[in-house]
């Protein structure tokens, strides 16, 4: 177990690392390029990975939309309608709570909620259920922000970067012995988001 643990230790210092290039770089979709590949070669070749061991080697890499900057967005965080909290049980990680700190307007999209892990830590959540999901990309949804493991893009409440070209797909996606919290309706768009990582199949 102590072995695993400093894999998972290693995992989130190079997707850390990753997204640090991701912040650094103006040229978006250079970053985006480079976000993919790192992402791959951790997915194909890291202990952690949740691609199953046994299909590492011939794990193909995900399959990622081209970046279109139509759907990268810097906006401002607006309080919701009241407070919100969810309370996510899961399989490895118990009970976890998320607190609603705000939400974001995407124009020509919709909105969603943006929420704070209110465990030890703490972190910025941002999850997505769109009209791709369960066809094109997994069914529960997909992750944009998830800043407690290393995926954040940037900005703050006056200026949050939502770069949907980042969206990826969790790990319960990969393995269904992992359990993952997913989008809920304050989360979900009612239209298309055809850029990201498109599936995990393969």
């Not at 009970?95 to 465990?119: H, I, K």
């Not at 407690?148 to 990969?174: I, T």
């Given at each position: ?135 094109g990309t ?40 992992w359990a ?23």
């Amino acid at each position: 177990m102590a072995g695993a643990q400093w894999d998972v230790l290693d995992w989130r210092r190079q997707v850390a690392e990753l997204y640090r290039y991701v912040r650094a770089t103006p040229d978006a979709a250079l970053a985006h390029r480079v976000w993919v590949s790192g992402r791959d070669r951790l997915l194909r070749t890291h202990p952690a990975s949740p691609v199953p061991a046994a299909a590492r080697a011939s794990y193909p890499g995900a399959v990622v939309a081209p970046y279109d900057p139509a759907y990268r967005f810097v906006v401002q965080v607006r309080p919701g309608d009241g407070p919100a909290r969810r309370e996510v049980a899961t399989g490895t990680d118990g009970v976890v709570p998320f607190e609603r700190v705000g939400v974001v307007q995407l124009p020509g999209l919709g909105s969603l909620d943006v929420w704070w892990l209110a465990g030890y830590g703490g972190g910025i959540f941002l999850p997505l259920r769109d009209d791709t999901s369960g066809h094109g990309t997994y069914g529960g949804g997909r992750y944009l922000l998830d800043t407690a493991k290393g995926a954040d893009l940037g900005g703050g409440p006056e200026a949050l970067v939502v770069d949907l070209n980042f969206a990826y797909q969790p790990s319960c996606a990969y393995d269904e012995a992992w359990a993952c919290p997913l989008p809920a309706a304050g989360n979900t768009l009612g239209v298309p988001v055809p850029v990201g990582e498109l599936n995990a199949e393969g």
